[in-house]
């Protein structure tokens, strides 16, 4: 009997101590922001560059409406994308819950390459910052739903960083011309 009980109030313990997954936020601007310096070494800045630009006309549907600006010279390239939220319901029915929507700003030097992710938010009536979905005094604040939505945001950036650092750090195969 006194196991029974122990397991029990045990289960119940576990269920009320969930993790709570967080989103990287910048100390300055308290948002939500992902970040990272990755070394290329032997690559120019222009061979990165050029994988950078071929990696997002692949990893974008409409790569052309992602770009909002891109400097060769400076090695910059900025762009704004979104990608949908969706939530599974009990009955398993997938149900769409939004945008979010972020800014993608990558720099190039000589054997490195940095890549900011900015303004990553819940597209809204107003600006709903992604950083908000960690604010538990918040009185619409939904552990369930959020939870979900950050796991998502952090999947689609994961995935984002790993083909973007495959991409731009490595040189492209050469085909063989073998007529």
């Not at 070494?41 to 990165?48: A, E, P, V």
């Not at 900015?118 to 009536?125: D, F, P």
């Amino acid at each position: 009997m006194k196991k029974t009980l122990f397991t029990f109030l045990f289960s119940i313990v576990l269920s009320q101590t969930k993790a709570q997954l967080v989103l990287p936020v910048n100390e300055e601007t308290k948002q939500a922001e992902i970040k990272e310096v990755v070394e290329a070494t032997g690559s120019t800045k222009t061979d990165l560059y050029d994988r950078a630009i071929a990696w997002i006309n692949k990893f974008y549907p409409n790569p052309n409406g992602v770009i909002q600006t891109k400097n060769p010279e400076t090695g910059e390239i900025e762009g704004k994308a979104q990608f949908k939220l969706k939530i599974i319901d009990k009955k398993g029915v997938e149900h769409f819950e939004g945008i979010v929507g972020y800014t993608i700003t990558l720099n190039f030097k000589d054997g490195k390459f940095r890549y900011t992710i900015t303004r990553i938010h819940w597209k809204q009536a107003s600006y709903f910052d992604a950083s908000k979905w960690m604010d538990t005094n918040d009185p619409d604040y939904n552990f369930e739903k959020y939870q979900s939505y950050i796991k998502q945001t952090l999947d689609y950036f994961e995935n984002l960083k790993k083909e973007l650092v495959q991409a731009v750090k490595n040189p492209p195969a050469k085909k063989k011309d073998d007529w």
